[in-house]
């Protein structure tokens, strides 16, 4: 999260019920911003279908035409995403901004390009409209510019018109459709769609405008000069698609089974499954807002106390002082967060599987959602030991631990269509719980043997990448960086 922590100590600072109210909001808007957003907006217009008397089954089609841009734009965009955080906080480190903007504009413009190669594939043969298709493109790529965006809004203290913009967004979106439904003035599907992308387009655009802002409009910025990245960190870029795809891999294989349910001969997609694993997944989103505010004011502090003394040569007393306190804030910081999520998770048993049961939701479903929510908190566990590790440089174990995640999600999900219905959302619960161990493991491992990894487990000297990426770089700035020479 890139220089979302300069704001928060500074709202925390003035120690007011107001600044930390801010403080928490600022986290909220931008850890699950984009996944309020699209529930607000699907949920709302939903509910517009049911006044207005939509078909059933166009209400099925307007659903998977959201929550396919919804989950594969993540899957596109995460391992690019993480790779442009890494250089986008080298460059505020540095206190370079002047490529910042011009890079927003090419890791978008990566995307689109796969992204549209992928979109092509998948509608070149489906029956669908071409203005639906076309539509449920565009609001796929611009919710892939969405989730890119978030990393370089991390860096601005504006955190209103964030919000302003999120809220604007949706607003118009619903208003949109609301008026193509109440006038009639075209078909309810392709219009609620062609409403989200307005809308959608606007968050892009306001989005797009602050980030430029900030960092300044760049008239000749070098819009790649992350692709060496890509070589240096390739790591990020596995952790980051690994762990995407494993958290949905359980149902991707459940829509190949008896409960998968075709829509409109061309998606696929799992109801009944899907919406009770959208509500466990809503229990750990108070981990994510948590995990930002405690990292960034107490663990980063300690971190940045720890290797500073490293760099700028203390003495090995200051150095060793400075581990233990670092490695007792990171234990201390883990337990608290992990009791706070424990918290909603009982929470989200005892009031989730009532409120289902009163919506109609079934007994065995309700059953899968209370699996889930405990699937969910390990899942949390393991996300915020991956992000530990990522913070302490060891690339090498989040890897390791996001593969382990896919893997056992892969064969157990497997093992559980061949078994049936009764081990639904048993799977994915035995593989948050093997993988969280494995992470915890991991951690353990690393912090006691933290100072060998810091010393000992780097290179000494600092090799630059000759790869495929860099070679396009130099080929593509080459004059420009011979002029800054």
């Known amino acids: 999260m890139a220089g979302i922590g300069f704001e928060l100590k500074r709202l925390f600072d003035r120690r007011t019920l107001t600044g930390q109210t801010m ?18 907006m699907v949920l709302l217009i939903q509910l517009l279908f049911v006044q207005y008397g939509v078909a059933k089954g166009a209400g099925q089609l307007y659903t998977a035409s959201v929550i396919y841009p919804f989950v594969f734009s993540q899957l596109l965009t995460c391992g690019f995403a993480m790779v442009i955080t890494r250089y986008l906080a080298d460059k505020l480190y540095q206190g370079e901004y002047e490529n910042v903007t011009a890079s927003c504009y090419g890791i978008i413009f990566l995307a689109q390009l796969l992204g549209a190669v992928g979109a092509v594939a998948f509608y070149w043969d489906k029956p669908l409209a071409f203005e639906l298709k076309l539509a449920t493109y565009v609001f796929f790529m611009e919710m892939s510019a969405v989730w890119l965006q978030g990393v370089y809004l991390t860096a601005l203290k504006d955190y209103k018109s964030i919000f302003l913009s999120y ?21 309810p599907v392709l219009g609620s769609m062609v409403s989200m992308c307005i809308g959608t387009g606007v968050i892009v655009c306001c989005f797009m405008v602050q980030i430029a802002r900030y960092f300044g409009y760049p008239s000749e910025g070098m819009n790649f000069e992350f692709l060496p990245y890509f070589e240096v960190h390739y790591r990020l870029f596995g952790v980051a698609f690994f762990y995407t795809l494993a958290i949905y891999a359980a149902n991707f294989i459940i829509w190949q089974g008896p409960w998968g349910v075709t829509v409109a001969d061309t998606y696929l997609y799992s109801p009944r499954y899907d919406v009770v694993t959208f509500y466990a997944f809503l229990s750990i989103l108070p981990t994510m807002i948590m995990f930002v505010v405690s990292m960034e004011l107490k663990f980063y502090e300690q971190y940045a106390v720890y290797f500073t003394y490293i760099t700028q040569k203390g003495n090995f007393q200051d150095i060793e002082d400075a581990r233990k306190e670092l490695l007792h804030t990171l234990w201390t910081e883990f337990k608290n967060i992990m009791e706070f999520q424990l918290v909603f998770s009982l929470m989200f048993l005892a009031a989730g599987g009532y409120l289902l049961s009163m919506g109609g939701v079934s007994y065995q479903d309700v059953n899968i959602y209370r699996i889930l929510v405990l699937g969910a908190f390990f899942n949390a566990v393991l996300q915020v030991v991956y992000t530990l590790l990522l913070y302490l440089e060891d690339q090498h174990g989040a890897l390791m631990i996001a593969g382990a995640f896919l893997l056992s999600n892969g064969v157990l999900g497997i093992g559980g269509l061949w078994l049936g219905e009764a081990s639904y959302g048993f799977t994915f619960f035995l593989s948050a719980l093997f993988a969280c161990a494995v992470a915890v493991m991991r951690l353990q491992h690393f912090c006691q043997r933290i100072s060998y990894y810091v010393f000992c487990g780097r290179p000494v000297f600092f090799e630059t990448p000759h790869g495929v990426f860099s070679r396009l770089a130099a080929f593509l700035y080459r004059d420009r960086q011979e002029r800054n020479a």
């Not at 809220?167 to 078909?187: Q, T, Y």
Request: hydrophobic share 55%; proline share 3%.
């Open 167 to 187: 809220g604007g967004g949706g607003a118009i979106s619903v208003l949109l459709a609301w008026a193509n439904l109440h006038f009639a003035l075209g078909e």
């Open 23 to 40: 403080a928490y909001g600022y986290s909220a808007i931008i850890t699950a911003g984009p996944f309020a957003l699209l529930t607000s």
